[in-house]
């Protein structure tokens, strides 16, 4: 059976799954959206949502709107995933290496993002200035950088924008950092619906899940939903501070 690990110097440094689901992300969603929209127009089913992005105020306008909602779309569907769907999107968080090529998961996560992303999109128009190109690529390479294990920091700019010293908390192996900071882009989503927590400066947990191990082979990721399950408490409505006084794991 062969496997996923890539060796450098005898140390695992990434696994060749998450570099072609990180490709195969925007290819579905633009592959998939005019098929969709062809199936509500056949349906006599008009656009339920219309951007109020004109012309007049250009392509950079066009791209924030739709970025925004993309990421309005995918802040709930990782939610629900954590809700609803950890066994699959467990394989995820199993990782215990962070790394850019390590936003794999299991194939069935298509389904929520198909039902949860996809086609509430293709039922939004996006108007005449819809920079699709752009959009595609800020998705596929953001949660690349997300992942990165450098101790990237955005400074004050994490209250707008989501860097991987914020995202490690969300794959943090501390309880208290479970089920906190599902945003990819916009880190303003976890404030404003109470998932915050704000990582100290020299916070850097361990990552990974205590149920399982990260899947080695084929076989293994795709039966790994059958290997664990776990409930999912409620986030408080807030956004947590730093407990001071902390042992904080640090990353070789």
């Not at 996809?118 to 595609?136: K, Y």
């Not at 039966?223 to 664990?228: D, G, K």
Request: hydrophobic residues 45%; proline residues 10%.
């Amino acid at each position: 059976m062969p496997e996923f690990l890539i060796h450098v110097g005898g140390t695992v440094v990434a696994r060749w799954p998450g570099v072609l689901f990180g490709l195969l992300v925007p290819v579905f969603a633009l592959l998939i959206s005019e098929p969709l929209k062809a199936f509500w127009s056949s349906l006599s089913v008009g656009p339920l949502l219309t951007l109020p992005v004109s012309e007049h105020l250009g392509a950079g306008a066009a791209f924030l709107a739709t970025l925004l909602l993309f990421d309005f779309l995918q802040y709930w569907e990782h939610r629900f995933e954590h809700r609803f769907f950890w066994s699959v999107h467990a394989v995820h968080h199993s990782v215990e290496e962070l790394s850019a090529a390590t936003s794999y998961s299991h194939p069935l996560q298509f389904v929520p993002m198909f039902l949860l992303i996809s086609v509430p999109l293709s039922l939004v128009d996006f108007g005449p200035t819809s920079p699709n190109g752009m959009v595609l690529f800020a998705i596929g390479l953001l949660p690349v950088l997300i992942h990165s294990p450098v101790r990237l920091r955005f400074g004050p700019l994490r209250h707008l924008l989501v860097d991987p010293h914020y995202h490690r908390i969300h794959h943090s192996l501390e309880e208290r950092h479970f089920d906190r900071n599902f945003s990819i882009i916009f880190s303003f989503w976890d404030r404003l619906f109470g998932t915050c927590v704000m990582p100290r400066g020299d916070e850097w947990p361990a990552t990974g899940i205590h149920e399982a191990y990260s899947p080695r082979t084929v076989a293994e990721l795709l039966l790994f939903p059958l290997r664990l399950a776990r409930p999912t408490p409620a986030p408080d409505a807030t956004c947590l501070p730093p407990e001071p006084g902390e042992a904080n794991r640090q990353a070789a």
